[in-house]
């Protein structure tokens, strides 16, 4: 199984940009489905993008396309979520997700097996 540990949270003004990584362990991360969502109090756990396998398709929540762009370092078996335009309504934990199965529903939470921990992002208006 796959390890996953996101980092590069943080408090930043509205307007800014974070790029967020995950870094994996335990398994070669291009040989999974590997996601970010985010989760902000009181809400569900929301989709906002993936990455598919060694071939590297991505895919974008519409809410969020165009400020975010998902990467992965295959050298460095670490996944990033570069954020731009950062507005108060991101402030949320986001989370890094893989799974080894496939599935065309890549926007489901319930459809990925492996998590990490999630790391803070907080903007400021």
């Known amino acids: ?7 590069g949270g943080g408090l930043v003004q509205a307007g800014g940009s974070l790029r967020l990584s995950c870094a994996a362990s335990g398994r ?3 040989s999974y489905r590997a996601g970010w969502f985010r989760q902000a109090p009181g809400q569900e756990r929301e989709f906002l993008a993936a990455i598919i396998r060694s071939a590297g398709s991505t895919y974008y929540a519409d809410s969020v396309k165009g400020r975010l762009t998902i990467s992965r370092d295959n050298a460095k078996n670490t996944m ?8 108060p309504e991101d402030t949320a934990d986001y989370y890094c997700a893989a799974t080894p199965y496939y599935s065309d529903k890549v926007d489901r939470a319930s459809e990925y097996i492996y998590w990490g921990q999630g790391t803070q992002v907080t903007v400021s208006s």
């Open 1 to 7: 199984q796959v390890q996953l540990v996101e980092s």
């Open 28 to 30: 070669t991360l291009s």
């Open 80 to 87: 990033y979520l570069q954020i731009d335009s950062l507005e």
